[in-house]
């Protein structure tokens, strides 16, 4: 049985998404990160990065948002969750560690200044730069990434489980998100799949 660690309002959500999506057999397991869960004996057994998604699987414990996304894609090929030509995959893994690498950090300075810095003042930096930083990640993907009405074109992959999780920070981060009418467009689309709809319902309940 597989088993996803998560917690609400983070990154989990695109592998929680990814898994509903694909059909899989799974169990979702909260855990409070604002209590630090995260940080428990039994968690960090789990996963010592004390972060979540965590993914135990029969074959071991998988971590890392684009790993999980792919790992998935590939356990469940009648899902077609990802392209089958490397070329196609390897863009879809471009986008997810875009997301991963740049368009979360920048989100992440907002409450996260700790794992860089030490100082007050510094935090209050970084805090007052989210919204410039998410704005400019988000004309990016409007402009240039975003090539259809999903991420890679006609058909929902676990690109857009990552960018929709992503883009429903926009409003937390400053960012209206109207400002990007295609991006506002696709949030909404994605929303209103059945399958994101049940995942978001059980994480709320």
């Not at 597989?2 to 592998?15: E, H, Q, T, V």
């Not at 998935?72 to 490397?86: G, H, R």
């Not at 030490?118 to 998410?134: G, I, L, R, Y």
């Not at 009405?149 to 109207?178: H, K, N």
């Amino acid at each position: 049985m597989i088993k996803l660690f998560y917690s609400l309002g983070s990154c989990s959500l695109a592998s929680h998404i990814a898994l509903e999506e694909a059909g899989a057999d799974y169990v979702a397991v909260r855990i409070n990160t604002r209590e630090g869960d995260q940080r428990t004996p039994e968690y960090l057994a789990i996963n010592p990065k004390a972060r979540v998604p965590a993914l135990v699987t029969d074959q071991g414990v998988l971590t890392e948002t684009p790993a999980i996304l792919a790992w998935i894609a590939q356990a469940y090929p009648e899902a077609k969750l990802a392209p089958t030509d490397p070329w196609e995959f390897a863009q879809a893994q471009a986008f997810n560690s875009y997301l991963a690498s740049t368009v979360h950090v920048a989100h992440a300075h907002k409450h996260r200044g700790y794992r860089w810095a030490t100082q007050q003042s510094s935090f209050a930096d970084m805090t007052a730069k989210v919204a410039e930083n998410a704005t400019a990640c988000f004309q990016l993907i409007e402009d240039t990434l975003l090539k259809g009405p999903y991420v890679l074109g006609d058909d929902f992959s676990i690109c857009d489980a990552y960018l929709f999780t992503l883009a429903d920070w926009l409003e937390g981060d400053g960012v209206d998100p109207r400002r990007f009418a295609k991006v506002h467009a696709y949030r909404e689309r994605i929303r209103a799949r059945p399958a994101v709809a049940r995942v978001l319902a059980a994480e709320v309940g």
